[in-house]
């Protein structure tokens, strides 16, 4: 986890609520990543970043949105929480094909 | 059919024992594969990649590649009881934004 940190690494909130996720990587890589882990279905990719205001949505996009205003930070938005979203939510980088994960960040809609 | 597909175990070895954890991938012009540990709770932790066909060994872990059957192994090695976790199977099939498609993982348990 050095160098990625996931803020806030817990969170319960109600159906319907925006909820915002923080990524932030001290390791200046140029690739991040959005991913939700699940049983049953391992980790999905929902959003990526190939640099500054470059981002493009991976398989599982729907409800979610990014965004990336400096190499350091990349936010997930839930637009409207749904309970479906309950999940953990893994943040990665990568400057070449290795991908690095943070601590992840439990949510539950509830 | 699943890109990437594991066996979800659980895989129970004795301690001193090799592990052999086992990946199949569907997409032929996949171009390099990770091995990923977790323990529960805790975040993936890359442990290994291997990109051309054969064996890559790092102290007690072996990775095995054989693009032709389009199949990728884990081996562990004197297996200890802390090495027991998830180990998720990742393949990228190339391209320039290095996304990786993940297996659903197999959770070895190693007995003491």
């Known amino acids: 986890d050095a160098g990625i940190t996931q803020s806030p690494r817990h969170k319960v909130t109600e159906t319907g609520t925006p909820v915002t996720l923080r990524c932030h990587q001290t390791e200046n890589h140029r690739y991040m990543y959005w991913y939700r882990q699940d049983p049953g279905h391992g980790l999905r990719l929902i959003h990526y970043s190939y640099g500054v205001k470059d981002t493009d949505k991976g398989e599982v996009s729907d409800g979610y949105s990014v965004s990336r205003s400096k190499t350091e930070d990349f936010l997930l938005t839930l637009e409207s929480a749904t309970s479906s979203q309950t999940s953990v939510y893994f943040c990665a980088i990568s400057e070449t094909e290795k991908q690095y994960f943070g601590p992840g960040t439990r949510l539950t809609v509830t | 059919q699943k890109e990437v597909e594991q066996n979800s175990g659980p895989l129970s070895v004795p301690e001193g024992a090799i592990a052999s954890l086992n990946c199949t991938y569907s997409?032929?012009?996949?171009?390099?594969f990770f091995w990923y540990r977790q323990y529960s709770g805790k975040s993936p932790e890359l442990i290994m990649s291997i990109y051309s066909n054969g064996d890559k060994e790092d102290g007690r872990f072996t990775a095995q590649l054989n693009k032709a059957s389009q199949y990728v192994s884990l081996l562990i090695r004197d297996s200890q009881p802390s090495d027991s976790a998830t180990y998720l199977c990742a393949v990228n099939r190339g391209g320039a934004t290095n996304k990786l498609i993940f297996g659903t993982g197999t959770l070895l348990a190693v007995q003491p």
């Open positions: 997409d032929r012009v996949s171009q390099s």
